[in-house]
């Protein structure tokens, strides 16, 4: 069974192109390029939670474009405040789970938003939570960790840009990076990352996991529902 969003992924349109979702290459100062992709995530999350859903148009998205396209220079302004305000990016280490997970709920705090987030979910409900965060309309932000133990191995995770890896190479590939998923089939992912999308095969990501990281750096945000006040 397939899962997706409801909606289309939202698009970030400057210097001649238009990304899926968006790009921390794209971003500013010179270590958000670099490390940013969890405050992008969480941006993303944000951003399509204020288009699609009921009460959630507030805060730094309060005036997001019904439409889900947006210029670059609106959302490096949003991407700013968010990094400046809640989710700190520190060079050469980025932004951690627990991190991630404690500005998003002080933003949802701030805004009086009913989610609550937390790092992480045990290895054998990670696909099902997935599939229901998919299935409750919301972009899930995941990891693809760093090498563990042997922190100073380089070993990646391929990316594909069709769902059918036997017929193509790998497009990209990359480790210590957070994505935000957008489908799920039993054996891929449908992912934004970079501004592009891309498919991540699960067999592949589960090896990566017991090769060469682990269930704790590469995980998932899961996202709960709250009673407003909470």
């Not at 940013?36 to 309060?62: E, N, P």
């Not at 932000?141 to 017929?167: A, C, Q």
């Amino acid at each position: 069974m397939r899962y997706e969003l409801r909606h289309p992924f939202m698009e970030v349109e400057g210097d001649g192109q238009t990304t899926y979702g968006g790009s921390q290459r794209r971003g500013r100062p010179e270590h958000m390029r670099r490390w940013g992709c969890g405050v992008i995530g969480a941006a993303d999350f944000l951003f399509y939670m204020s288009l699609y859903h009921r009460g959630y148009k507030v805060g730094l998205f309060a005036d997001a474009p019904a439409d889900g396209h947006v210029t670059l220079d609106w959302y490096n302004d949003r991407i700013d405040r968010l990094r400046r305000g809640y989710l700190p990016v520190l060079p050469h280490h980025g932004i951690n789970g627990l991190g991630l997970a404690m500005g998003l709920n002080a933003y949802f705090r701030k805004y009086d938003l009913p989610l609550r987030a937390r790092w992480g979910v045990l290895p054998k409900n990670f696909w099902q939570e997935i599939d229901h965060q998919l299935q409750m309309d919301r972009p899930v932000i995941i990891s693809v960790g760093n090498n563990f133990p042997k922190v100073w191995e380089k070993n990646k995770l391929n990316f594909y840009s069709d769902p059918d890896y036997t017929i193509g190479k790998p497009i990209a590939r990359t480790m210590a990076h957070y994505v935000t998923v957008t489908g799920s089939d039993p054996e891929w992912l449908r992912i934004s990352s970079w501004g592009k999308q891309y498919y991540i095969n699960k067999a592949e990501y589960c090896a990566f996991i017991d090769q060469y990281s682990s269930h704790v750096l590469s995980n998932m945000l899961y996202i709960r529902e709250v009673q407003k006040g909470e």
